[in-house]
């Protein structure tokens, strides 16, 4: 499968984005996605997954609440709805699948694999900046 990350682009503060991610070349229902991002000097995050069937998520928690991560499986297509848009959201965002790895807490240490793993597929990233 690959995946073409889109709609990022410039916004300002307390604003929103959606971001879309599809895929080509195989069906996504057997693939746990999410969205990761990376700033300016620092290191690529976690920002959020879901499982195959939609029915467990993940969030960092610094976009809890603002953030909604959904998927079309019928359409081969992740989102990401980004609302109340602060600067530090400002990075690229990129998506990813791995058809071997949850989106789920899976031990006592509260971790969740697909954030922590090294992973499948990744699409190129989209640029979101956020203005003050």
């Known amino acids: 499968v690959q995946l073409q990350a889109s709609g990022g682009g410039l916004v300002q503060a307390g604003g929103s984005v959606r971001l879309a991610c599809a895929a080509s070349?195989?069906?996504?229902?057997?693939?746990?996605i999410g969205w990761f991002r990376q700033a300016p000097g620092k290191e690529r995050e976690g920002v959020a997954c879901?499982?195959?069937?939609?029915?467990?998520?993940w969030y960092l928690d610094p976009v809890k609440g603002r953030f909604t991560i959904s998927r079309d499986n019928a359409k081969g297509t992740l989102y990401l709805q980004m609302n109340h848009l602060r600067p530090e959201d400002t990075a690229v965002y990129y998506c990813?699948?791995?058809?071997?790895?949850?989106?789920?807490?899976?031990?006592?240490?509260?971790?969740?694999?697909?954030?922590?793993?090294?992973?499948?597929?990744w699409g190129q990233g989209t640029l979101v900046t956020v203005s003050s």
């Open positions: 879901i499982s195959t069937n939609g029915d467990s998520t």
């Open positions: 070349g195989s069906t996504l229902d057997y693939y746990t």
């Open positions: 990813a699948a791995d058809a071997h790895v949850p989106c789920a807490v899976v031990d006592a240490t509260g971790i969740v694999p697909f954030v922590d793993r090294p992973l499948e597929v």
